[in-house]
């Protein structure tokens, strides 16, 4: 799809789950989904080792700008990408943060 193809409404869209994406510990969450495909708040604010309700509300952006999906089942809430090329974002973002300490 060519730059030219997307509406102004999709621009904004994808600059907003950029600015959403754009933080350390998202970075880290998105990581996590990523291998896991699926987690709850629990296991992604132990394997951040941060209050839950900082998790809570980084899942809360993530999931508000279109970046993830959740699904409850009982008491828990699980969080996934709601879209598998999140994956090529952030694999950009890990390798062209490795160039630059170069």
Known sequence: ???????????????????????????????????????????????????????SHHLGILKDKGVLLSKRIGKNTFYSLKNNNLSSIIDCVGKCSNMSQN
């Open 1 to 55: 799809m060519n730059l030219s193809e997307l509406t102004t409404e999709q621009l904004e869209a994808a600059a907003n789950m950029l600015k959403a994406i754009a933080h350390p510990m998202r970075i880290a969450i998105l990581r996590f989904l990523e291998d896991n495909n699926s987690m709850t708040v629990t296991e992604i604010h132990e394997k951040l080792g941060i209050e839950q309700s900082t998790t």
